[in-house]
């Protein structure tokens, strides 16, 4: 498959790929080319042009600020997946993107083109989501913040405009424990489902739990019934599989893929292995 035609630039600065990203509507960024290409082929996407973002210096931190971890859009996944800093900072990510298609694609796939693609079944959306993240994102109007719990609309849908890029997603270190799994066919497809789990203990009881299951429905989203059944409770193998059990008023879609009950029962397992993660932590 080939894709219709199109232009290519490749701008130098952040502020000129947002002055052509707002001169022509049907112009579209192009990061590592993972998904936005494949869409091309398949004559699911029709940009005009593609405006080439993908060595802006602008995009490239991975450093800590004080309690924060600041990775820039243009990080690709495998950098971040394989980063000292990462590991130490937040160890919930580098787990998380161990799943994302095989390692090639994570070599050109960068961080911020998976939480702009915002694909339901996103590893990298889950984790920001259950680690409470936010991205920065800049247009012709400025600079802006916004919560992951904003962010992810609708299936490959986020709150950004058109004309506006993701250059950075600022992740929280607070010491939390974390885990991650999921069930997929085989290893490096897209999962029938996951899950991600942040936990916060005091006294030895659960004091915060972020639950988030990806593969279950149009965006990656909480699990807000299994959290309701950790939160004050102590973290062991009752609590974990009546949290499991909880997720069972998940509403997957169904498709070619898999049927909405064989989702479910991915979904259960993935939330019990991933909350066994933290509480071995
Ligand atoms: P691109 O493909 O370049 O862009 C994707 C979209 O995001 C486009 O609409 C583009 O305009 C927009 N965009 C990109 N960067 C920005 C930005 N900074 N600001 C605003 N908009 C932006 N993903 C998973 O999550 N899990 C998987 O298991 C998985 N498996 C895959 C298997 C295969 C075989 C392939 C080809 C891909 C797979 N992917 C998977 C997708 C992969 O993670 C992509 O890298 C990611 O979805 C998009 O990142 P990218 O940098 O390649 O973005």
Do not use: W
């Amino acid at each position: 498959m080939k894709p219709p035609p199109f232009d290519y630039v490749r701008p130098d600065s952040l502020a000129e790929a947002v002055r052509l990203l707002a001169a022509d509507e049907d112009a579209k960024a192009l990061a590592g080319g993972q998904s936005l290409l494949p869409m091309m082929n398949f004559r699911l996407a029709r940009p005009s042009v593609l405006v080439d973002i993908g060595r802006l210096p602008e995009l490239s931190a991975l450093r800590r600020e004080d309690d924060v971890l600041v990775i820039g859009a243009g990080v690709r996944q495998r950098t971040a997946e394989t980063a000292q800093l990462v590991r130490e900072t937040c160890p919930l990510l580098g787990r998380a993107l161990r799943h994302v298609g095989h390692h090639q694609i994570r070599s050109r796939g960068t961080i911020g083109g998976s939480l702009a693609h915002a694909d339901p079944a996103a590893e990298l959306c889950a984790a920001a989501l259950a680690l409470d993240a936010e991205v920065v994102v800049t247009g012709s109007s400025g600079r802006r913040t916004i919560p992951a719990a904003e962010l992810f609309v609708a299936p490959y849908q986020t709150s950004l405009s058109e004309e506006e890029i993701l250059t950075e997603v600022r992740l929280p270190i607070d010491g939390a424990r974390s885990g991650f799994a999921e069930i997929s066919g085989r290893s490096g497809d897209f999962a029938l489902a996951g899950a991600a789990a942040v936990v916060r203990f005091e006294d030895g009881r659960v004091a915060d739990a972020r639950l988030v299951g990806l593969g279950i429905g149009g965006t990656v989203q909480r699990l807000t019934d299994a959290e309701a059944v950790l939160n004050g409770v102590a973290l062991d193998d009752g609590t974990i599989d009546s949290a499991a059990e909880a997720t069972g008023s998940a509403t997957p879609t169904d498709d070619f893929h898999a049927d909405p009950a064989t989702r479910r029962a991915a979904l259960r397992a993935a939330v019990q292995r991933a909350l066994k993660q933290v509480s071995n932590a």
